[in-house]
């Protein structure tokens, strides 16, 4: 949480709003107090989240955040640990640690806000960017097949993978709820509009 914060830096209509407010209601209806929840992020749009959420956070380095999660975890298992960050940090320079998280099953939640590009760094091509979409380091269109996130950390051996659209905020803060309660690493993969960028 930072205090000296007067603005969130989003575009209008970001999905990121959707997933944030989903996160704050699923962490009040369980009734988990700010100061026993650690929120961990990455660097992107949506890993600006640690800063705008009023219990204990760190934004660290990109694609990074879950080894971070993971010791805050191990240093203090009595802590409820979520990490959040996009698609690119997440299953780009990232994906390696999300392997590794999901076979280890240490007991915290990973939210990654898939848009499908790498919004903060003006809307390039990511893992999950669809064949033919047009970013600004795809002119005449994508031509890799994308990952399928859920596919990968179910193989990686993670128990609870999910799949939800952004749009869908309160099937969004039940699945959130479930994936704090549930005993291992638990993923989410939300559906994220980006206006800015995404535009397939
Ligand atoms: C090691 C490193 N490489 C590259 C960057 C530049 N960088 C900052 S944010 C970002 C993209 C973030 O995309 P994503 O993780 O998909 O999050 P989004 O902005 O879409 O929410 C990149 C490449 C960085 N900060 N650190
Ligand atoms: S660029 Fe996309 S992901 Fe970033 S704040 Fe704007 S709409 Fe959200």
Redesign the pocket.
């Known amino acids: 949480m930072r205090t000296n914060l007067n603005k969130i830096q989003?575009?209008p209509?970001?999905?990121?709003f959707l997933i944030h407010l989903a996160l704050k209601q699923a962490l009040a209806e369980l009734k988990i107090p700010a100061h026993q929840t650690v929120v961990v992020t990455g660097i992107g749009?949506?890993s600006k989240m640690s800063q705008y959420m009023d219990n204990y956070g760190a934004e660290t380095l990109h694609g990074r955040g879950i080894p971070f999660a993971t010791g805050v975890k191990l240093a203090n298992p009595e802590l409820t640990v979520v990490s959040v960050s996009g698609d690119g940090d997440t299953y780009g320079i990232g994906v390696g640690h999300m392997i590794h998280a999901a076979r280890r099953n240490i007991p915290f939640v990973h939210i990654t806000c898939d848009?499908q590009n790498y919004?903060?760094t003006t809307g390039q091509a990511s893992s999950t960017t669809p064949i033919g979409a047009k970013t600004k380091s795809t002119p005449e269109g994508n031509e890799l097949p994308p990952m399928h996130p859920v596919n990968l950390v179910e193989s990686a051996g993670c128990q609870f993978v999910k799949s939800v659209s952004d749009k869908d905020i309160k099937g969004l803060k039940e699945t959130i709820k479930e994936a704090i309660l549930f005993p291992g690493f638990a993923h989410i993969n939300v559906q994220q509009s980006?206006?800015?960028?995404k535009r397939w």
């Open positions: 989003r575009c209509g970001c999905g990121d749009c949506s848009n919004a903060l980006c206006p800015s960028w």
